[in-house]
C-alpha cells in the first residue's frame, strides 16, 4: 500500500528476501552448471552455452513451480505468508531467469545464420502435425509473453490503474504460462532427454502443485461450509455468525453467509467489527490478520484498514466495505449487507451494549 | 467490560507467528522462517544436482576453436567446398569439409578457387575421425601455392575409386555437418533442429547419420540423384527420424548418399 508510486519500496524484509531468492536462484544455476561440466569432460564435454540454457531453464521451471505452491502453503499454514508477502520479487526473478534461457537458447540455436533469429525462431520449424518434431519452442515464447506482461505489471501503480479484479485477473494467467511450460519441457526436453529421472522431477512438480491447490480448496471449501451453517435469525435482517468468545482479542475470524461474501469479524479493545473479508490490494483474506496499531492488517501484504470504518488510515485513501454488527449476551450478529467501503459504524461492544 | 465474560487470550506479540513485511519479526517466527528458507533452498539446489545428471553423452567431437592450423591440398566445390589432402600419418587422399564461421558453407570463398592448389587456415573440428575445417575470417584462410608444394598431388588429382552399392532403404538422423563434427554439443535432437536447418540452409552440408545394433555411427554426406548439392526440399526432415531410400557410394574416402529428396518419410 502506498500514497505515491517508487520502483520498490525498499525495507530490511524486501532486502533479505531478494539476497535469498538470488542465493537461491544462483545456487540452482551453479549447482547444475558444475555438475554438468563434471559429468562429461574433455571431448565429451556438453557445449557451456548449452548447460546455461538448460540451467536457465530448469531453473525457471523450478521457480514458477515455486512461485505456484506459495499460494496454497500460506493458505494451508501462516508460516508461509512470509513468502508470500514478496512474491512479486520471485516472480520477476523467475521471468528474468526464463527470459536469459530465451536469450542464450534464441541467440546460439538460431543465431549466426542466414535468417533474422526472431524469424528463425518462428518460420523454421512448421511440423505442426508432429508431435515428434511439434515447434516447443513457441510454448515457451508464449508462456515468456505472459511472464513478461505479468513481471511488468507487478506494482502497485498497475494494481491502481487496472483495479483489483483487473489486476488479479490478469495475474491468474500464471496458470495458463505454467501449462504452456509443462508443454515446452514435455515437448522439448522430456522428448530430447530421454530421462526417467527428468519426466518424475516434472511429474512430481506439476502434481505437487495441483496436490497442494485441491487441498487447499478442500479447506476452504469445509470452512465456509462450517460457517455457512449458522441459522439466519428473524427480523431486521440480524444474522447470528458466531460467540464473541470464537474471536481473539486482536484477531479476525472469517463468516461465510449464504453464498455471499465472506465477512471479516475483528475483536479489538472489547470490541466487534464486521468488514469484507476482501483486501483492496489483492484480495487478501483480511479476517485471517490481526489487529496491529489499531488497524486491521491484512495478512497477505500488510494492507491497513481502521475496524471502525474500513478506511486505511492517511495518507492512504483505500477504503472497504462494512457492515452492521451487534453483540447480544455472547453472540455476534451482522446484517449480512455491505455497506459502502468507508461507512462508519460504530463498534459493538462486548460489556452487553449492543450497537447496531 | 462485562467482568463475568471471560477474556480470550490476546494474541501474544512474542509467540504470535503473524509476519508483516515492514514491523519487526518475533523471534519465534524468525526460526521458523529460517528453517523453512533453508528447507526450500536445500531441496532447490538438490533438485538442481538430479536434473542436471540427466544430461546425455553428446559424444566425442572436438572444436579446436582458437588453435588454428594450416592444411596443404586442393580446394574442390562438387558436391560441397572441401579441401582434399593426403595426411601423412593416413597416405590416402582425405577430404576436409570448408565451412565459414558461424552457420555458412564455405562455397562463397571456395568456388572462385575451385581446382587450385592452396594452403588453407582454419579451426579443425574432428570427430570419429571425419574432419572440417572452419575457415579463418579475411584473406588468411588461403594462400595459393604451387602444385609442387603439395604432398600426395599425384593421388589428389587420380580420379577417386568410386564404389557404389544398390539402392538402399536406411534409417537415421539428418544432421548439419558442422555442428555434429563438434561446433555445438549436442549438436544433433529435436532441441538442435531449427540450429541444424538454419545451418544447412546457409550452406554447411547434411550429413546422414545411422547407428548399428551396437551404436556404431555411420556418417553419409547426402547428395542429390546427381552427386550434386542437394537443395532446400531437405529442411523440414533435419533433426527429425527418417527413413531414406537413395544408393550409397563411396568415392575415395568420403561416402556419399545420393538421394530423392522425395522418399525421405519422417518416422
Known amino acids: 500500500m502506498s500514497s505515491g508510486y517508487v520502483a520498490v519500496q525498499w525495507n530490511r524484509h524486501k532486502r533479505v528476501y531478494d539476497i535469498i531468492v538470488a542465493l537461491a536462484l544462483s545456487l540452482f544455476i551453479a549447482t547444475f552448471f558444475v555438475i554438468g561440466r563434471l559429468m562429461y569432460r574433455g571431448e565429451h564435454a556438453v557445449s557451456d552455452e548449452i548447460l546455461l540454457m538448460r540451467a536457465l531453464g ?299 | 467490560m462485562d467482568s463475568t465474560a471471560p477474556m480470550p487470550p490476546a494474541a501474544d506479540s512474542a509467540s504470535d507467528q503473524f509476519y508483516c513485511g515492514y514491523r519487526p519479526v518475533a523471534p519465534s517466527l524468525r526460526m521458523t522462517l529460517a528453517v523453512i528458507v533453508i528447507v526450500l533452498i536445500a531441496a532447490f539446489v538438490a533438485t538442481a544436482a538430479v536434473m542436471s545428471r540427466q544430461h546425455g553423452d553428446p559424444g566425442t567431437g572436438v572444436w579446436h576453436f582458437g588453435t588454428p592450423r594450416e592444411f596443404v591440398g586442393r580446394i574442390v566445390c562438387e558436391p560441397y567446398p572441401m579441401l582434399l589432402i593426403v595426411p601423412k600419418e593416413r597416405g590416402d587422399v582425405e577430404a576436409l569439409l570448408l565451412v565459414e564461421m558461424g552457420k555458412f558453407g564455405g562455397g562463397q570463398r571456395a568456388l572462385p578457387r575451385d581446382g587450385q592448389w592452396a594452403r588453407v587456415t582454419g579451426y579443425l573440428l574432428e570427430r570419429d575421425g571425419r574432419r572440417m575445417i572452419e575457415l579463418l575470417d579475411g584473406d588468411a584462410a588461403f594462400a595459393a601455392v604451387d602444385r609442387s608444394a603439395v604432398a600426395g598431388a599425384d593421388r589428389i588429382e587420380a580420379p577417386p575409386e568410386v564404389h557404389e552399392v544398390a539402392d538402399q532403404e536406411m534409417f537415421g538422423e539428418i544432421v548439419d555437418t558442422k555442428c555434429y563434427l563438434g561446433a555445438m554439443k549436442p549438436g544433433d535432437g529435436k532441441a538442435h533442429k531449427e540450429c541444424a536447418t538454419l545451418c544447412i540452409r546457409g550452406g554447411i552440408p547434411p550429413t546422414f547419420i545411422t547407428r548399428d545394433n551396437f551404436g556404431k555411427r555411420t556418417y553419409y554426406l547426402i547428395t542429390d540423384p546427381a552427386g550434386r548439392a542437394v537443395d532446400e526440399r531437405i529442411l523440414p526432415f533435419v533433426a527429425d527420424p527418417v527413413k531414406i531410400l537413395g544408393t550409397v557410394e563411396r568415392r575415395g574416402s568420403l561416402l556419399l548418399f545420393r538421394i530423392h529428396v522425395t522418399t525421405i518419410q519422417r518416422m
Open chain 1, 58 to 356: 530448469a531453473c525457471a521451471f523450478c521457480s514458477l513451480t515455486v512461485i505456484l505452491c506459495i499460494g496454497p502453503l500460506a493458505r494451508l499454514s501462516t508460516r508461509f505468508l512470509p513468502l508470500l508477502y514478496n512474491r512479486r520479487h520471485l516472480g520477476v526473478a523467475t521471468f528474468l531467469t526464463a527470459l536469459l534461457h530465451a536469450v542464450v537458447a534464441i541467440g546460439f540455436y538460431h543465431g549466426f545464420g542466414v535468417l533474422n533469429p526472431l524469424r528463425s525462431l518462428l518460420e523454421t520449424n512448421t511440423a505442426f502435425d508432429s508431435l515428434a518434431s511439434f515447434p516447443f519452442q513457441l510454448f515457451g515464447l508464449a508462456a515468456l509473453l505472459i511472464l513478461f506482461v505479468m513481471a511488468s505489471t507487478s506494482h502497485d501503480f498497475w494494481l491502481r490503474n487496472l483495479g483489483a479484479r483487473g489486476w488479479k485477473r490478469l495475474h491468474m494467467l500464471v496458470y495458463p504460462a505454467y501449462l504452456l511450460v509443462v508443454l515446452h519441457v514435455a515437448l522439448g526436453a522430456l522428448q530430447t532427454q530421454s530421462s526417467s529421472v527428468l519426466l518424475t522431477v516434472v511429474l512430481a512438480a506439476v502434481s505437487l502443485v495441483g496436490l497442494l491447490h485441491v487441498v487447499a480448496g478442500m479447506r476452504e471449501l469445509r470452512t465456509d461450509a462450517r460457517t455457512r451453517d449458522e441459522p439466519p435469525l428473524r427480523g431486521e435482517g440480524w444474522v447470528d455468525v458466531c460467540g464473541v468468545d470464537d474471536v481473539m482479542e486482536g484477531r479476525g475470524r472469517v463468516v461465510c453467509i449464504g453464498t455471499r461474501e465472506r465477512i471479516a469479524i475483528f475483536r479489538h479493545n472489547q470490541s466487534i467489527s464486521a468488514t469484507t473479508n476482501v483486501c483492496r490490494h489483492q484480495g487478501g483474506p483480511l479476517g485471517e490478520g490481526r489487529i496491529l496499531d489499531g488497524c486491521i492488517t491484512c495478512p497477505w501484504h500488510g494492507w491497513t484498514y481502521r475496524p471502525q470504518d474500513g478506511t486505511a488510515p492517511p495518507p492512504f485513501t483505500e477504503k472497504i466495505a462494512t457492515y452492521r454488527v451487534r453483540v447480544v449476551g455472547k453472540r455476534v450478529q451482522v446484517i449480512p449487507t455491505p455497506l459502502p467501503p468507508g461507512t462508519a459504524v460504530e463498534p459493538a461492544r462486548i460489556d452487553g451494549s449492543p450497537h447496531g
